[in-house]
């Protein structure tokens, strides 16, 4: 079975500092990957996406995220940080190809909270 | 523009209490889906819809129950509202396809006293 970790539960940073948010999968087959966002008091928004192609994959907010096959991440990253990135980050995996039933779903993380201070 | 709604914000509900919780979505997508949020485990599917009528249970279905006698609405219910239901509840939908994006509603908080 699919499962994912987020190692951390928190990261502080200071405005305009570099930050990644780290995510590793576990799966015997091939899988499709997301971060989502969840700003405070909303629903989550997607930010990126990997399916194929490029490993190195550009989200919006100017949020990037590398997949690893090798080590089975796909850590996000931002150069610049600003305080309206302070949000819950989460990472998912979902199953790659014609499966049915119950594998039609995303595994998430436990999300890693972005907090950026002045 | 995309749209997915739920019926409440904030609910607050005795134990024992059969509790219905709304979804609607306006993008025509066959994929519904109903998820809880706690802290520390991240989300969690409760259940999932793929078409009208049609459903299957996700990781936590005990507890819970669903509708979708329409494409564009998903009902999670309650049937005996416990206070280990206390929770963010969210919606959401996607076109079929697993690479698709899941588009989630601004959530659900329910208090069970």
């Known amino acids: 079975a699919q499962s994912v970790t987020q190692l951390d539960s928190q990261v502080p940073v200071f405005e305009e500092a570099p930050v990644e948010l780290r995510c590793n999968y576990s799966?015997?087959?091939?899988?499709?990957l997301f971060w989502y966002v969840q700003y405070p008091n909303q629903g989550l928004q997607l930010l990126l996406k990997?399916?194929?192609?490029?490993?190195l994959v550009k989200g919006i907010n100017g949020f990037e995220a590398e997949f690893n096959k090798s080590q089975t991440s796909f850590h996000l990253r931002k150069p610049s940080v600003h305080i309206s990135d302070t949000a819950e980050y989460f990472c998912?995996?979902?199953?790659?190809?014609?499966?049915?039933?119950?594998?039609?779903?995303?595994?998430f993380g436990t999300g890693t909270l972005l907090a950026v201070q002045p | 523009d995309v749209k997915v709604t739920q019926s409440s914000r904030y609910l607050v509900k005795r134990t024992g209490e059969k509790v219905f919780l709304e979804c609607v979505q306006d993008m025509d997508h066959e994929n519904m889906f109903w998820y809880r949020q706690d802290p520390g485990l991240g989300l969690r599917l409760i259940y999932f819809s793929y078409d009208v009528k049609m459903k299957e249970k996700g990781d936590i279905p005990e507890g819970y129950s669903v509708s979708r006698e329409k494409k564009e609405r998903f009902s999670l219910i309650l049937e005996s509202a416990s206070t280990n239901q206390t929770s963010m509840y969210l919606c959401?939908?996607?076109?079929?396809?697993?690479?698709?994006?899941?588009?989630f509603g601004p959530g659900t908080r329910l208090l069970v006293l």
């Open positions: 959401a939908s996607r076109v079929t396809g697993r690479g698709e994006t899941q588009y």
């Open positions: 799966s015997s087959v091939s899988v499709y």
């Open positions: 998912a995996v979902t199953l790659r190809g014609n499966y049915g039933g119950a594998t039609n779903k995303l595994i």
């Open positions: 990997y399916l194929s192609g490029s490993t």
